[in-house]
Nanobody
Framework: QVQLVESGGGSVQTGGSLRLSCAAS????????MGWFRQAPGKEREGVATIGGYGRSSYKDSVKGRFTISRDNAKNTLYLQMNSLKPEDTAMYYC???????????????????WGQGTLVTVSS
């Protein structure tokens, strides 16, 4: 059974950095699209960054140049390095897997098959 477990969230001030991790198990991790999504209170879940099985990444416009998604296939782990954090980045962050794709990963949350429980990121001004 697919399991995704996030860690690394916390509270930081504006301009700070955090590194999120997502440990994956129960499937052939290296083959598939992985993504980070977030959901702020009262808002819909949105895609932040995705990475394909061959390492091609894509980002939401508002995080480009500040966030970096990466994957370590040997460790079955996904990362999100977040720099220059802003209060508007405050949200619950979720790791997700699309078990039907390895390329052309989609940013829309409805297409993803497996989700972690989330890790909270709070950025104060």
């Amino acid at each position: 059974q697919v399991q995704l477990v996030e860690s690394g969230g916390g509270s930081v001030q504006t301009g700070g950095s955090l590194r999120l991790s997502c440990a994956a198990s129960g499937y052939t991790y290296s083959n598939y699209c992985m993504g980070w999504f977030r959901q702020a209170p009262g808002k819909e879940r949105e895609g932040v960054a995705t990475i394909g099985g061959y390492g091609r990444s894509s980002y939401k416009d508002s995080v480009k140049g500040r966030f970096t998604i990466s994957r370590d296939n040997a460790k079955n782990t996904l990362y999100l390095q977040m720099n220059s954090l802003k209060p508007e980045d405050t949200a619950m962050y979720y790791c997700a897997a699309d078990l039907g794709r390895s390329v052309s990963c989609r940013m829309e949350s409805g297409f993803w098959d497996a989700w972690g429980q989330g890790t909270l990121v709070t950025v104060s001004s």
